[in-house]
């Protein structure tokens, strides 16, 4: 692996300089934020308030019922230790309205009787029943219940809405629908997070089972990342165990919440990183000594994955400080690097334009019997063409389609001459068995197209077209039973149009009249990113399956790309413009409705 110094690099930043999102990553297991017990204190006060309003008006009562209300007074006042503002709490009507909290009528036994409160008020304590003679004299302990806490009583409507919400989550097969029934639990049901004693009311295999849907959703985004750490903290707060794939989850979340990855990204990563392999204390202080005798409740070990993740993120970031400081952290965790990480590597030498490097990068793949693989092999074609190398890049197009269909030339440059070559110079092994799939062919049109060979390019794109679609997942024809042929990509087009938005020239005119013996002795140049090359593109492109709907960046290249090839001619472009919109729709915004202004003018007639 790479090695060097990581001084460069800064990773604990100042909390007054990061910013928000970071913030939250790095309090993503604080102590003391507000959990159940804000709440609970909010309604003990509130209740306190309450019942000394409502004492006033009571006179009359019964003498039992006056010693039971003052008793739970003086034990609320025990629990009254918070000085943020009171606030009101609100149960849910029958009728479908807000209202206040009524008081739930308490029994008429004087004694302080805990559980015998909390049956009455149709609410179990679960904490300590292994041992119900245990006596706490400590009335802050966590398993000391407050009588006042009874007062709030859930109705049954509400308690069948809940369990509704909790069958919703468990059952989801998506992340939308498993994380709307959990942020309405939490919104309708905050006290329900914690009950009474503590215990957690949304049970762990509900949480796993979104965290597990939220690890799976593509493409990573801030949003998915913000969530799968609100369910994490939950899981955390609950006293559950936080599984290693879970922090994966989060850590590669962490480095794709946009879409260019920078050094702040990275150090993002590594903030998760360090949270996965601290030991985390309870935020509940009695629980403290539980948890630190239960090992990797608070961290993990982390495996190859997790260095893996860090690698990968740190070469997206291009900066070669991260690079180094992620293949520190696996050489110094003594575990050996998988196919993947190779791969991760290959990627950042790739963009970074060191071809040195992804040749040393397959040569210790080959010394620890590494395959490359379909996937290694495609990253080896866009290595290579990115760099500059398309003799490479078309060898090993040469190769693949050999795989396919079996090339019978003989001689010094057949297809044994080619294979020799890859494995011998540039140490790259390709198996018999391994073909190319759609990445493969449309990496070469990008490639080819970018370096102005567009013969080369439009060859692939036939090759592809006219090829069986044998990926896994690819659709099969019910009428022949075989595999369908491949279909035209938007990617495809995108790399043809701009190569002419890039090599296409202005259409020369003739100074010499026709037959002139100038014009016979000029030697013919004829390009071939030229206006009728364009049109039969074109021509396919307007074929597209109607579901098909092209950004508006591809339709701009298209419209530059025809500008540069008839020399900006007003008339074709309002063409163009017009087949488009009447093809896709139109609507478009931004550049594409200035560039429509000054074809069509402010009030000119277009397709709708």
């Known amino acids: 692996m790479l090695a060097g110094s990581t001084s460069s690099i800064r990773l604990s930043p100042a909390s007054s300089q990061v910013s928000c999102w970071l913030r939250q990553v790095q309090q993503l297991f604080a102590r003391r934020q507000a959990t159940s017990r804000t709440f609970q204190v909010h309604r003990r006060i509130h209740a306190v308030h309450m019942m000394k309003e409502r004492a006033q008006e009571e006179v009359n009562c019964a003498v039992s019922e006056r010693k039971a209300d003052d008793a739970l007074v003086r034990n609320a006042g025990l629990a009254d230790h918070s000085d943020t503002t009171v606030q009101q709490t609100r149960v849910l009507k029958s009728s479908g309205q807000d209202g206040l909290m009524s008081r739930a009528p308490l029994p008429a036994d004087e004694s302080l009787n805990v559980g015998a409160i909390h049956i009455h008020a149709g609410i179990r304590s679960t904490y300590g029943q292994q041992n119900p003679h245990y006596h706490h004299p400590n009335p802050h302990y966590a398993g000391h219940q407050n009588p006042i806490e009874s007062l709030e009583e859930t109705p049954p409507d509400r308690l069948k809405i809940r369990q509704e919400l909790l069958d919703s989550l468990l059952k989801a097969t998506s992340m939308t629908d498993g994380w709307e029934a959990y942020h309405t639990l939490t919104v309708m049901f905050p006290h329900h997070i914690h009950n009474l004693s503590g215990v957690p009311q949304i049970p762990q295999r509900h949480l796993h089972h979104l965290a597990r849907l939220l690890a799976s959703a593509k493409p990573r985004t801030r949003t998915l990342f913000l969530r799968l750490s609100a369910v994490l903290t ?51 202080p009695s629980d403290d000594e539980n948890l630190a005798a239960e090992p ?17 993120i740190g070469g997206r970031s291009l900066d070669p400080s991260a690079i180094r400081h992620a293949s520190n952290l696996l050489r110094v965790s003594g575990l050996p690097p998988n196919r993947i990480t190779h791969l991760s590597l290959l990627h950042y030498y790739t963009r970074t334009k060191q071809l040195s490097g992804v040749r040393s990068t397959l040569q210790k793949m080959r010394e620890q019997g590494f395959e490359p693989g379909l996937d290694g092999i495609n990253a080896c074609v866009w290595a290579y063409s990115r760099n500059g190398h398309m003799d490479v890049a078309s060898t090993i197009y040469r190769v693949l389609r050999h795989n396919l269909q079996p090339e019978l030339d003989v001689g010094d440059y057949d297809i044994e001459a080619a294979i020799k070559y890859l494995l011998d110079v540039e140490g790259i092994a390709i ?56 279909q035209p990509t938007l990617a495809a087009f995108r790399g043809i149009f701009l190569g002419f938005a890039r090599h296409a020239q202005k259409p020369l005119l003739l100074r010499t009249p026709p037959g002139s013996l100038s014009e016979r002795l000029r030697p013919i140049q004829k390009n071939d990113w030229n206006l009728e090359n364009l049109h039969q593109v074109f021509k396919a492109f307007m074929n597209l399956p109607a579901d098909v709907m092209p950004s508006e960046r591809l339709i701009y290249w298209i419209l530059i790309s025809f500008g540069k090839a008839s020399g900006n001619d007003a008339g074709k472009l309002r063409k163009v413009f017009l087949q488009l919109e009447q093809r896709f729709g139109g609507g478009w915004g931004g550049r594409l409705d200035r560039l429509r202004k000054d074809l069509f003018g402010n009030n000119g007639s277009g397709g709708h």
């Open 234 to 284: 939950m899981l955390h707060r609950s006293g559950y165990r936080i599984y290693l794939w879970e922090w994966n989850a989060l850590l590669d979340c962490a480095g794709k919440r946009w879409r260019k990855c920078s050094l702040e990204d990275y150090k993002a990563a590594v903030e998760v990183f360090s949270k996965m392999t601290t030991p985390q204390p309870s935020e509940n």
């Open 296 to 312: 990797g409740m608070g961290h993990v070990q982390p495996d190859i994955i997790t260095y893996t993740t860090l690698i990968y």
């Open 431 to 486: 198996r018999g068995d391994i073909i190319p799939d759609e990445i493969t062919y449309t990496s070469l049109i990008q490639a080819f197209a970018y370096h102005g060979q567009i013969m080369k390019a439009l060859h692939v794109f036939v090759d592809m077209l006219s090829t069986p679609n044998r990926e896994p997942k690819a659709a099969i024809s019910q009428q022949t039973g075989e595999h369908s042929l491949y």
